[in-house]
């Protein structure tokens, strides 16, 4: 049976092909309500943005497929972005994601076994005076130390190591 | 006249943009409103005429803050005046030039100030719909300007009728998905038109045929922000910020080895060394610099030598880089260039396009050869080649990705050759070749 969205989120769709003269033009903020409702974009969210937007499946596919940022069916519940931008480069990014995909135990671009965490390396998230910078979904974790990692990591219920220290305080991250 | 002319007092200097950053529930409506807010529009859209408005902002001086430089009431005077098609706004929030960090604050701490910069800039040009193209990345900023655009909603500010006068404007907040050259003018129309981010051939220039072949106005965050302060204290008062050429106040991104990384709202002009060691207090463990990046990633790097560089249009021009979008990235002497050219250029062959094959390849190629300098297995003449293939990677294309890549990494072959050639004829290079070994947040 194919794709429907809910009628709260059918109401947002109708509320925003308003804002465009061109139905098409809805199509990216589309796709973040079908990732919203469907927890993903995969094959047939594509198939119902088609519908909805009134073009082709091939279209939308190529469509996300351009871009990085949608949360797609091969991803993990959760995706771990560590940027690797230069400005985080220079405070440890990529110390920081070899430490990260170690203590998961996967590799950068890969997704555990459980298909709880991704990570992934994301281009400058524009926080370059917090460097080094994760995003977990819609929050930032700004100057990433080990011990900070440890606790990103404990949200997303890796339980920190013995070892590591006791976490800084202060606002090292939002939501 | 001199080329460059000598900034006003940065010391004098008070933030003008950032004048509420940080003060509490600075980015609702009832705090802008008791700080004067929308003052400015309410007189410009009630006393002026549309075409006294473009005239007083190209008297001002004002230049685009995303990176070009170019005048904004130029910009907007190339719109049609008579016209049967709709005209748009489509203000360009997809910060994403690396180090670039300044859109950020006024979305999420101010947005109202530049909802005020829109409206001024919509009564002038005659224009009824506008976008902010927001990265999708920056979930709050989207999320600060949604609240903002209802509150105004709310209070009558936009919709129908502002300001009791014969002015419609609708204001939509569209997020990105995740692509730098989204943040390039047509490639950010592409994808607001529903489609992959691809840039188009200019001419004709969005002025004239943009956002739904329709004559649309693209402007910065920044660039918006500012309109409102120079209808509220006027031409002679902005014009005595900054220099002759680059008048106004301008937010630096500063970013990598200082003690204060920050954004800063300082005058135009402002020396580089001024910058890194007055404001940001200096380099940790007083150590030296080896480069500094002045504009965001596809600025040209400058050496040591060059700190005395205004931070200008014409003053970085003059020093062979660029102002940009005023992401300042600084590098200390510990700092491997090789390993920062090649994250450089990663970033730019992984943000291709891919539509020109100068680009597509050209980054490609770049990144590669950088890659095998930096594991050992670098070739004497690889200096040469990659040098080369940047010639053929400059104006070649249809936008100027492909350039942001070369122009950096051409500064970096030329300045530092010999710091290159050694690394090249030793194999391994003996200096650190990671960035960093650990990870090492500031403060």
């Not at chain 2, 100030?113 to 919509?122: N, R």
């Amino acid at each position: 049976m194919s794709r429907e969205l809910s009628p709260e989120a059918q109401k947002e769709f109708d509320w925003l092909v308003t804002r465009y003269p061109q139905r098409e033009a809805a199509m990216l903020p589309t796709l973040r309500l079908i990732e919203r409702e469907f927890g993903c974009i995969d094959p047939e969210g594509m198939k119902l943005c088609a519908q909805l937007i009134g073009c082709s499946p091939a279209k939308v596919f190529g469509v996300v497929t351009f871009y990085t940022h949608y949360k797609r069916e091969t991803d993990g519940e959760n995706v771990v972005y560590v940027c690797g931008t230069l400005p985080c480069a220079l405070r440890g990014s990529d110390a920081l994601a070899d430490y990260l995909c170690d203590r998961v135990g996967i590799g950068l671009g890969e997704t555990t076994e459980d298909r709880k965490i991704t990570i992934k390396k994301v281009e400058c998230l524009a926080l370059c005076d917090q460097a080094p910078v994760c995003q977990v979904e819609d929050v930032d974790w700004l100057r990433v130390s080990k011990e900070k990692a440890d606790e990103m990591l404990e949200s997303l219920g890796i339980p920190k190591r013995e070892t590591a220290g006791a976490a800084a305080g202060g606002e090292e991250k939002r939501s | 006249m001199s080329a460059i002319s000598k900034p006003s007092d940065t010391l004098a200097f008070e933030p003008v943009l950032t004048r509420y950053i940080g003060k509490k529930d600075s980015h609702t409506l009832d705090f802008y409103l008791s700080h004067g807010g929308y003052d400015a529009a309410k007189r410009v859209v009630r006393d002026y005429k549309p075409d006294e408005v473009i005239d007083a902002v190209k008297k001002s001086g004002l230049r685009g803050r995303g990176g070009a430089g170019f005048p904004c009431g130029l910009k907007w005077s190339f719109v049609p005046k008579k016209t049967d098609k709709p005209k748009y706004l489509v203000c360009n929030a997809d910060e994403s030039e690396p180090g670039t960090f300044k859109d950020r604050v006024i979305n999420e701490e101010d947005p109202h100030q530049l909802l005020e910069g829109i409206l001024i800039t919509c009564w002038a040009v005659g224009i009824e719909t506008a976008y902010i193209y927001i990265r999708g990345e920056m979930w709050r900023g989207a999320q600060r300007l949604k609240a903002a655009i209802d509150e105004a909603y709310a209070k009558g500010y936009l919709g129908k009728k502002i300001f009791g006068k014969k002015f419609n404007l609708d204001v939509t907040v569209h997020r990105g998905a995740g692509a730098y050259i989204c943040g390039e003018e047509t490639g950010m129309l592409s994808s607001l038109e529903g489609g992959r981010g691809y840039p188009k051939l200019k001419p004709p220039f969005p002025a004239v045929e943009g956002l739904f072949r329709c004559p649309t106005v693209v402007n910065n965050v920044e660039t918006l922000a500012n309109l409102p302060h120079i209808f509220n204290r006027g031409i002679e008062w902005y014009r005595s910020i900054g220099t002759e050429e680059s008048p106004g106040p301008k937010l630096f991104c500063v970013s990598g080895h200082v003690n204060k990384p920050g954004v800063y709202e300082r005058p135009l002009g402002i020396p580089l060394r001024e910058l890194i060691y007055d404001v940001c207090g200096g380099i940790p463990g007083d150590r030296g610099i080896r480069a500094v990046i002045p504009g965001g990633s596809s600025a040209p790097f400058l050496g040591p030598d060059e700190l005395d560089t205004p931070m200008s249009y014409e003053g970085l021009k003059d020093a062979g880089s660029m102002l940009g979008s005023a992401g300042v990235i600084v590098l200390d002497d510990t700092t491997d260039l090789l390993s920062a050219l090649l994250n450089v250029g990663k970033f730019y062959h992984h943000e291709s396009c891919g539509q020109c094959t100068p680009c597509r390849e050209g980054c490609g190629w770049v990144e590669k050869i950088l890659q095998r300098m930096h594991d050992g297995r670098g070739r004497s003449e690889d200096i040469d080649l990659v040098d080369e293939i940047c010639n053929q990677m400059v104006g070649k294309t249809i936008c100027v990705l492909s350039d942001a890549l070369a122009m950096p990494a051409q500064s970096v072959l030329k300045k530092f050759r010999p710091e290159l050639e050694k690394l090249i004829a030793q194999g391994r290079p003996d200096v650190l070749c990671e960035l960093a070994r650990e990870p090492s947040p500031a403060l």
